[in-house]
């Protein structure tokens, strides 16, 4: 069966994003903290080619609402993603979801709307994987949900060595409670350190 | 002039103690917290030899009350701190404190308690140390405040591969405020992973 991964770029306080997103400020409104978290992967991608290409090897991808999109409340069909009209996923993409919508074809990316759970959302998501592995994309509050769902077989924490202090933002590991991981990697670099964990066995 | 170290041993979500520490549990009361947390270098020794000893590689540690002593208030001289007759630092280790008392001398190690501040205890263990390493021994709140107050050179995380969740215990970078650091090493092994961290050059 495929393996089940995700990917997540955090500073050293463990912050995926600020307070507050909105269209225009996705990481929030303390000005810049999405750059300084991504900074890695935009203006340093030669020297992380393999973790860039490890973010986007899955064959499908399970995605929480608030990842495609700031609103609350029924969908604005004018509101396409944050992607452009290519998004990178170039895979079935699952959106988890309280409101229906028509699935949505960009590019080489679906977008599927799924309300019934996540349950729903990882099963389809694995059929269309197949063997390949599926990856939960964010956000955080979805990374935190699978985590303590246990669901998650490969975490790949891209940390970023600053300590943001942006309170009120969203924190990798936040109500996930006791959970106990088996390390399977490191790698440091001067703009971010990969850390790679693996579900502990049974 | 020599460089100032810290060592800190914390969760995956950052923490390096539970709430409420007590003479009895000096992790707070989550029972196995301080266990889970110090397994790698009780346990394992033999994995983590140059981390080992390089947390006890200072010539002058600067200690906060917390690390000393969980009480409040006066100094009770029957406590001696959590490590014996014979404590580990065989080094001046300068606590600081609102209380007076007078130095402690155990086995190799001498315990002077400070009441002039974090710079007076600084600058008496630089003095002390001369060209070698200075050691921030902890607790975290000390180690935070020296984050903050940008005197740490090298800073040593070694991150335990678990999700502690422990509201209201003690976490790593809690009220530092915004901070850049340097990435200057990683390494994973089934305990523990090592990062090293230096002060951003200004």
Do not use: K
Not at 80 to 107: K, Q, S
Not at 136 to 165: F, K, W
């Amino acid at each position: 069966m495929s393996i089940v991964t995700c990917d997540l770029t955090v500073s050293l306080d463990g912050y995926a994003a600020g307070p507050n997103p909105t269209r225009e400020r996705p990481f929030g409104d303390v000005v810049g903290t999405g750059e300084v978290l991504h900074s890695w992967m935009f203006d340093h991608a030669a020297n992380h080619e393999d973790e860039i290409a490890g973010i986007l090897d899955a064959d499908a991808y399970v995605m929480g609402r608030g990842m495609f999109s700031p609103d609350t409340g029924p969908w604005d069909p004018a509101w396409r993603g944050w992607w452009g009209e290519e998004p990178p996923y170039r895979a079935p993409v699952f959106v988890l979801t309280h409101h229906a919508r028509e699935p949505l074809e960009m590019g080489e990316t679906t977008f599927t709307f799924v309300t019934d759970g996540l349950v729903e959302a990882m099963t389809r998501a694995r059929l269309a994987a197949g063997e390949r592995p599926v990856s939960v994309a964010g956000g955080t509050d979805l990374v935190n949900q699978c985590l303590r769902a246990g669901i998650v077989d490969e975490l790949r924490i891209h940390v970023v060595p600053v300590v943001l202090a942006v309170p009120g933002g969203t924190r990798l590991f936040d109500g996930v409670g006791r959970l106990d991981l088996d390390p399977a990697g490191a790698r440091w670099t001067p703009e971010v350190t990969h850390l790679t964990y693996r579900r502990r066995a049974d």
